[in-house]
């Protein structure tokens, strides 16, 4: 009897699912507040932020359950090529590349529940 509840209490620590969670941000260290518009194909929203100088805003918060996170691969942090993201700022362009992996920061941390945070972060030198 007592193997029969040590195999069972083993098998339900193993079996409990574990979350992975993905984020993208985009960081605003310019010296200008503007507006991002971003639409998400996958997730068929469209959404408008107004960013304020030093200061930052998720535009992306994803949530997965598995079992086995090293199996799953953690998700490329630039935008998809059917996602669109513009950065309005008056009598300015915006010259950032949001598809350029490069250009993002990738912060990957846990092990059973996995946390994957992408950080674009937009300076002055982003305007022209």
């Known amino acids: 009897m007592r193997l029969f509840i040590i195999a069972f209490a083993c098998l339900l620590l193993f079996s409990c699912e574990s979350t992975h969670t993905s984020r993208k941000m985009i960081q605003n260290e310019s010296s200008h507040s503007f507006e991002v518009h971003y639409f998400s194909s996958y997730y068929d929203m469209?959404?408008?932020y107004t960013v304020p100088e030093n200061s930052y805003v998720?535009?992306?918060?994803?949530?997965?359950?598995?079992?086995?996170?090293?199996?799953?691969?953690?998700?490329?942090?630039?935008?998809?090529?059917?996602?669109?993201?513009?950065?309005?700022?008056?009598?300015?362009?915006?010259?950032?590349?949001?598809?350029?992996?490069?250009?993002?920061?990738?912060?990957?941390?846990?092990n059973k529940h996995t946390i994957q945070v992408c950080t674009y972060v937009i300076t002055d030198d982003d305007f022209e």
Not at 78 to 107: A, H, K
């Open 58 to 110: 998720d535009i992306e918060f994803t949530q997965k359950l598995g079992n086995k996170p090293c199996e799953l691969p953690s998700s490329p942090c630039s935008i998809t090529d059917t996602d669109t993201l513009v950065v309005l700022l008056d009598n300015y362009l915006f010259i950032g590349d949001f598809r350029d992996e490069y250009r993002w920061i990738e912060d990957l941390s846990g």
């Open 46 to 48: 469209d959404s408008i």
